[in-house]
């Protein structure tokens, strides 16, 4: 068989280059709008760093719930409730499957494992198409598409095309940023394996399968490691900024850590030597492998760190790399932003993490590890900064965003990267259905993409429901019961999570008082298609997947309580029934209920269990007509 035999080629409406959580997020919103939608992954599992391969814990603007409510929900919550139910004790091959039926189940959505783009065609300034190979099947894949999402991280596809980029640290004059360094440079954080330990009841001996570093205690003074909890003074700047992590917990000016060893260690960094950390990405895997294992020998045969009982069970061999290039977009989110909690006109999603700067990497003894600039509330990031300067059919998120080094340094976080990809799969299949180009959107698309967003369940601070198909505005809305606070009204109210003291969330009487209803009667009577739920998932509650014992602890095995579990939605035409469906072991927050076509003038949802609250919980009841509905 000749090599030109194993030449394929496809066309698609939209392309995504890169199957992490960002690119899984944008690809499934594609989708989800009737686009033709390919995702190009290089790797045989999905999730980019959040992967079993990887294995980092899905981080996000809640900043390990410092900030409560900030949750993030849409695609990316759907994937971590599926995950709850079917994965409580957060197996990473348990999760890798998760993500694959997650897209696997998309109608209009092509998945390309094991593909690995290495050429891009250009015409007049645009992307017409890359150029991949499948080494499973060794296939040569010519793919063709209108609108590109590079999702690989290392902004990959926009460097073929030619797309303007940045690398390393911008001066202080750039962008004006207060933590800014007087002069740019090349500085940049660096890549980790992951290990993980178990605890077994004999002591187990190590010795090192590979030539090791050889670390002191005191070369670790600031990397807190084995079974001990120790005292130390951190950094507090003026700003407020402190060093933190995901076992941190501060305390005036001083940080109690413990750590255990069954996952470490985030510090484990090596950010390389040469200019481009991409091309050096073999030869650091390399020195941090002899890092991870000269670590854990240091750990269980250089003093005591209560580890004798411990055994290395699994470590990482695909590093997880926190920076590389950044996409030049058409508005550059910067420090200035992140700290006002600046909300755009053309906001489509947000984050909260702190600016979390990693200087140096692990052979920088004498400093710690990471500097957290903390800073209250959350920040929006615009659809301008997704969008090419300079290649006009061309998205860019996760860590390549267009941003500042230190407003990428928030932004990059796994949870946050993934509702910016919803928001760019979003605003692709928006400008695809009105034929305008991404940088062009007028202003009545963009609140379009905003509004779709909200619909999707996605959460844009300072943005409500205005959807101008959903039949519920100017409902009257009556209740079986409610409590102070939590009153009927509040799912006419446009928002689904707390807010500034405001619940938002109607919560009847306890269910053993009697099964709960609460109705909307409609302005006048409509033919409706669909009627959409948002339920409570607690959003000051984790979700996450991760190997942390203290992230998991935080967690409630199983779906959240607070879910309705079984529920009936009846249509109703003049106090008469005139259509029912039933919900039963529901486990998402987002429900969508199709009818067909029945005219109806009132909507009734009766509650017959949740997940475990003793009451039941809605956010927002939105009703749609057939020219409304969702696919």
Request: glycine share 8%; net charge negative.
């Amino acid at each position: 068989m000749s090599i030109r035999s194993k030449n394929q080629s496809a066309d698609f409406d939209v392309v995504v280059v890169g199957g992490g959580m960002t690119g899984i997020c944008a690809a499934k919103a594609c989708a989800r709008l009737g686009v033709k939608t390919a995702l190009i992954h290089a790797r045989p599992v999905l999730g980019g760093n959040a992967s079993s391969e990887i294995r980092v814990g899905a981080c996000g603007a809640t900043a390990n719930h410092i900030k409560p409510d900030l949750e993030e929900t849409g695609i990316f919550q759907e994937i971590l409730l599926e995950n709850k139910r079917v994965n409580p004790d957060y197996n990473f091959s348990v999760w890798d499957a998760v993500l694959y039926n997650s897209v696997r189940q998309e109608k209009n959505l092509t998945v390309y494992l094991n593909t690995d783009m290495y050429d891009c065609d250009m015409q007049d300034g645009r992307i017409t198409g890359i150029t991949c190979y499948q080494g499973t099947t060794e296939i040569h894949w010519h793919i063709t598409g209108r609108i590109f999402i590079d999702c690989t991280g290392n902004l990959t596809l926009g460097f073929m095309s030619g797309a303007d980029y940045t690398t390393g640290r911008e001066d202080k004059a750039t962008y004006n940023e207060p933590h800014a360094q007087d002069q740019a440079d090349n500085q940049r954080m660096g890549n980790t394996l992951f290990f993980k330990a178990v605890r077994r009841d004999h002591p187990v001996p190590f010795t090192p399968p590979i030539e090791v570093y050889h670390f002191t205690e005191d070369q670790l003074r600031f990397r807190h490691h084995g079974n001990v909890g120790s005292l130390y003074s951190v950094d507090q700047h003026e700003t407020g900024s402190a060093l933190l992590d995901e076992t941190h917990q501060v305390a005036g000016d001083k940080a109690i850590e413990k750590y255990c060893l069954e996952y470490g260690y985030w510090w484990i960094e090596v950010p390389g030597h040469q200019e481009d950390i991409i091309s050096e990405y073999e030869d650091i895997r390399d020195e941090v492998l002899k890092c991870v294992y000269g670590i854990w020998n240091h750990i269980k045969n250089e003093g005591d760190h209560g580890a004798d009982n411990y055994e290395l069970a699994w470590v990482g061999m695909l590093p997880g790399m926190r920076e590389s290039r950044r996409m030049q977009a058409l508005y550059m989110l910067n420090e200035n932003d992140v700290l006002s909690n600046r909300v755009f006109d053309d906001a489509v999603a947000y984050g909260g993490w702190p600016m979390d700067v990693h200087v140096g990497g692990l052979f920088n003894f004498d400093n710690p590890p990471s500097f957290m600039y903390a800073f209250p509330g959350c920040y929006t990031i615009p659809l301008r900064s997704f969008i090419s300067r300079n290649v006009p059919n061309l998205l860019a998120g996760g860590r390549a965003l267009g941003a500042s080094k230190l407003a990428m340094s928030s932004a990059r976080v796994i949870a946050t990267c993934a509702v910016g990809g919803q928001a760019m799969g979003t605003a692709a299949a928006i400008a695809l259905q009105h034929g305008c180009e991404l940088s062009d959107l007028p202003s009545q698309y963009i609140r379009e993409v905003q509004q779709q967003l909200l619909r999707d369940d996605c959460y844009l601070p300072g943005f409500g429901n205005e959807d101008p198909n959903d039949l519920a505005h100017g409902a009257q809305v009556s209740a079986s019961s409610e409590t102070p606070g939590c009153e009927a009204i509040n799912l006419l109210s446009g928002v689904t999570r707390m807010v500034d003291g405001h619940s938002n969330v109607w919560q009847s009487a306890p269910l053993s008082e009697g099964l709960p209803s609460v109705m909307l009667t409609l302005p006048q009577a409509h033919a409706v298609a669909q009627v959409q739920l948002t339920l409570d998932t607690n959003l000051s509650r984790p979700l996450k997947i991760t190997m942390s014992p203290k992230r998991q602890a935080e967690q409630l095995p199983g779906v959240p309580p607070e879910l309705l579990r079984d529920y009936d939605v009846v249509l109703l035409r003049d106090g008469q029934e005139v259509a029912r469906r039933a919900v039963r072991e529901n486990c998402q927050r987002l429900n969508r209920i199709d009818f067909d076509n029945v005219v109806c003038d009132a909507v009734r949802i009766e509650i017959r269990a949740t997940n475990g609250l003793p009451a039941a919980r809605i956010y927002e009841v939105r009703v749609y007509g057939s020219e409304g509905g969702q696919a």
